[in-house]
């Protein structure tokens, strides 16, 4: 038997960052494992300059995402008036966004740009120990996940949780029960959103999964560095599967 973390991702809106180039700033349709791992490291408390701890939890666990509820996309025509960042000795460090609107009118310059989002979305996360001796026990997690020490939101600072992540334990065979095993209390305007009949799993790691898998992709979105904003190429499995309930 193996323990697994499961919890529940729903918001209006939630953006899961894809490689930007330019004003254009793309969203995969579900969640990274930077994204993932940065909830809970907001949740336990982590700061982004706290780079041991953060690369510790980033590479102490592995993680499976199904999308229960794809929701839409949504595509945002976006303006931001930033000041300028000065060069060489003169270069400006901001620490607060009130700090760069505090900068004169004048001195402001606008970056347009197009982002999108995903407008209400449901997944499924699952979290499982990468090694036998896992930073944190997925208790500790579950425990911090419903007293977070920091605001929990979906990719961006705008995008904050619509329902509790209702975190849970379980203890089976595999990945594949472990997702079968969960219930979550939910309103009844999420029945609305979910998929009832094929939906998508994806998930790292091929020892404990139950899933077959279809194929599988790179994805460049395991966290190096948050301070810097680096990351590293990792694979993402994937499989389709009867939604709990489908037909």
């Known amino acids: 038997m193996h323990e697994f973390l499961i919890f529940r991702l729903y918001g209006m809106m939630a953006s899961w960052g894809d490689i930007a180039v330019g004003e254009f700033r793309p969203t995969f349709d579900h969640p990274s494992k930077s994204a993932v791992m940065g909830l809970i490291a907001a ?21 499976a995402i199904r999308i229960d509820g794809p ?59 990468s090694t036998a001796s896992p930073p944190y026990s997925l208790a ?5 996940l419903h007293n977070p020490a920091f605001v929990l939101y979906l990719g961006r600072k705008s995008c904050p949780l619509s329902l509790p992540v209702h975190a849970q334990i379980v203890n089976t065979a595999n990945l594949a029960e472990a997702f079968g095993a969960v219930r979550f209390p939910d309103p009844q305007f999420i029945s609305q959103l979910l998929c009832h009949n094929d939906i998508r799993v994806f998930w790292e790691g091929d020892e404990i999964t139950g899933f077959e898998r279809e194929h599988t992709v790179i994805r460049r979105d395991d966290s190096s560095s948050r301070k810097r904003w680096q990351f590293l190429n990792r694979e993402e499995h994937y499989a389709l599967i009867k939604a709990p309930g489908g037909g």
């Open 71 to 129: 929701g839409i996309l949504m595509r945002d025509y976006h303006t931001v008036q930033v000041p300028p960042a000065g060069k060489g000795n003169e270069k400006y460090h901001f620490v607060m966004r009130k700090d760069e609107l505090a900068v004169h009118k004048d001195e402001l310059n606008t970056i347009l740009s197009s982002r999108d989002y995903r407008c209400d979305t449901v997944y499924t996360v699952c979290l499982w120990g």
């Open 140 to 144: 500790t997690i579950q425990k911090h």
């Open 43 to 63: 949740a336990m408390g982590i700061r982004r300059d706290e780079e041991e701890r953060q690369r510790d939890l980033a590479a102490g666990y592995l993680m």
